[in-house]
């Protein structure tokens, strides 16, 4: 069955742009997650969204980063005034319950 | 704050040798998930355990939930190059409709043939 897919896989910006990335949920899930992970490191969370309750944005690490759950699926995240330190790659999981099902990812490379 | 504490942080060993790996809390948890991440790929869960002193087995792979729900342990026995990977721990703390679990830093494996 379709598992979660994440939009793009790799996106390369230059500092300062704006950038989008998006998440597909599996179908009926109703809690999506972002997370952000360094090489080889652990998760950083980022935003969880649960249904139809308020986000819970304690993760996000500046007011440049902000997301959207449009209808209780698609997910944008979105980076304003990229910087280098946002380089990463970003995470989407959705669930059902406990456990979570990972997208691949999007690869984030700020010049 | 750090809730979860995988240890050891790198680990490279020989095909066949065994290992162990971490996750210390003195946060209790309602159940705590293992996670496997391949390069270039998300984490897939692994196992859930959610007794207190629960062994959970999988392959070469053997789960333990501390009697007190604090920690866990995962040995691989006789690892094997496809072993390799980011392995997590993830601490479910049940607080009321929140289910954003505590992730730990994890544990990256490198089986050498």
């Known amino acids: 069955g379709a598992g979660v897919s994440q939009s793009p896989s790799n996106k390369v910006t230059e500092k300062g742009k704006d950038v989008e990335l998006r998440c597909d949920p599996i179908s009926g899930h109703t809690a999506l997650y972002w997370y952000r992970q360094s090489l080889g490191q652990g998760l950083e969370f980022l935003i969880y969204?649960?249904?139809?309750?308020?986000?819970?944005k304690s993760g996000l690490p500046s007011d440049r980063f902000s997301a959207e759950r449009t209808g209780g699926s698609v997910s944008t995240l979105t980076i304003q005034r990229t910087q280098q330190e946002d380089s990463a790659v970003y995470l989407c999981a959705s669930s059902p319950g406990t456990r979570q099902y990972f997208g691949p990812g999007t690869r984030l490379t700020v010049l | 704050t750090q809730l979860l504490e995988q240890s050891p942080q790198f680990l490279s060993i020989q095909e066949g040798e065994n290992l162990t790996v971490y996750c210390n809390s003195s946060?209790?948890?309602?159940?705590l998930q293992w996670y496997r991440q391949e390069p270039g790929e998300g984490p897939v869960l692994l196992v859930t355990v959610v007794t207190g002193g629960e062994v959970k087995k999988l392959k070469r792979l053997t789960f333990q939930f501390g009697d007190a729900r604090k920690d866990s342990s995962l040995h691989i026995t006789a690892a094997q190059p496809g072993d390799t990977g980011l392995y997590l721990c993830?601490?479910?703390?049940?607080?009321?409709?929140?289910?954003?679990?505590?992730w730990g830093l994890g544990t990256s494996l490198a089986v050498n043939p």
């Open positions: 946060s209790v948890f309602s159940s």
């Open positions: 993830a601490g479910d703390q049940r607080a009321g409709n929140n289910r954003k679990l505590i």
């Open positions: 969204f649960q249904g139809n309750s308020a986000p819970d």
